[in-house]
């Protein structure tokens, strides 16, 4: 079973950075296309990033395109998100996801996801 976990959130001033981390084990990490998403308080989950397995192809929420910047490292099993220039709006848990059919970046039908890492940003 594959397992996901996610590091890296903290408080940040508006128009500071982060970085979030994901690390996978349990399964073939390259096989996979993995995701970030969100959720702020009293709203739903959303998509916010995505890339295939090998890391040509990436998606991004309108939001954060031009802000935020995923990556992979397959030799680590792990998946990172940048946050730059962040915004109040964009404080929300923050989760990682993999996807089985990895070719794609997808934007939804996750299968494994991980608990979570909180990003707050401040004024």
């Known amino acids: 079973q594959v397992q996901l976990v996610e590091s890296g959130g903290g408080l940040v001033q508006a128009g500071g950075s982060l970085t979030l981390s994901c690390t996978a084990s349990?399964?073939?990490?390259?096989?996979?296309?993995m995701g970030w998403f969100r959720q702020a308080p009293g709203k739903e989950r959303e998509f916010v990033a995505s890339?295939?397995?090998?890391?040509?192809?990436?998606n991004y929420r309108d939001s954060v395109e031009g802000r935020f910047t995923i990556s992979r490292d397959n030799a680590k099993s792990m998946v990172y998100l940048q946050l730059n220039s962040l915004k109040l709006e964009d404080t929300a848990v923050y989760y990682c996801?993999?996807?089985?059919?990895?070719?794609?970046?997808?934007?939804?039908?996750?299968?494994?996801w991980g608990q979570g890492t909180q990003v707050t940003v401040s004024s």
């Open positions: 996801a993999g996807h089985r059919r990895g070719a794609v970046a997808h934007t939804t039908g996750y299968d494994f």
């Open positions: 349990g399964g073939t990490f390259r096989n996979y296309a």
């Open positions: 890339i295939n397995w090998n890391g040509v192809s990436a």
